[in-house]
Nanobody, 115 residues
Framework: QVQLVESGGGLVQPGGSLRLSCVAS????????MGWYRQAPGNERELVAATTSGGSTNYADSVKGRFTISRDNAKNTVVLQMNSLQPEDTAVYFC?????????WGRGTQVTVSS
């Protein structure tokens, strides 16, 4: 059974940092494209950052220079380091793994940025 389990969310003040982790089980994550998406109330789910199986990365314009995605294939883990967080970053963050026509999603972790 494939599982993607996110962790690391929470409440943080503006300007603060959080580190989200996604641990994959049931798949070899190194051969999957991995990504982080987020969904705020009333909004559609949007791409935050992604990394291909070959190691390329791309980011939403709104997070460039603040967020960094990385992967540890030995641990089947993908990490999203989030710095300089702002209230507009508040959302549920989801981990996604996809390869060809196969897509898996985690259940999400809540990130709230508020003073």
């Amino acid at each position: 059974q494939v599982q993607l389990v996110e962790s690391g969310g929470g409440l943080v003040q503006p300007g603060g940092s959080l580190r989200l982790s996604c641990v994959a089980s049931g798949i070899i994550s190194s051969i999957y494209n991995m990504g982080w998406y987020r969904q705020a109330p009333g909004n559609e789910r949007e791409l935050v950052a992604a990394t291909t199986s070959g190691g390329s990365t791309n980011y939403a314009d709104s997070v460039k220079g603040r967020f960094t995605i990385s992967r540890d294939n030995a641990k089947n883990t993908v990490v999203l380091q989030m710095n300089s967080l702002q209230p507009e970053d508040t959302a549920v963050y989801f981990c996604k793994a996809n390869r060809f026509y196969i897509t898996y999603w985690g259940r999400g972790t809540q990130v709230t940025v508020s003073s």
